[in-house]
C-alpha cells in the first residue's frame, strides 16, 4: 500500500465518521430541543406567577 491509498483510505474512514456523527447529533437534537422548550417554559411559568 502506497502513501495514496493510505490516505484515501484515511479519508474515507474520516467521512464515515463524520457521517456519523451528524446523524448522532442531529438524532440528538430532535430529542434535547423539545426538552429545552419544555423546560425553559416551566421555568418562565414559575418565574413569572
Known sequence: MND??????????????????????????AVTIPLLVIIAGLVIALLVK
Do not use: K, P, S
Open 4 to 29: 495514496h491509498d493510505l490516505l484515501i483510505q484515511m479519508n474515507e474512514r474520516l467521512g464515515n465518521l463524520c457521517t456519523h456523527f451528524t446523524n448522532h447529533i442531529r438524532h440528538h437534537w
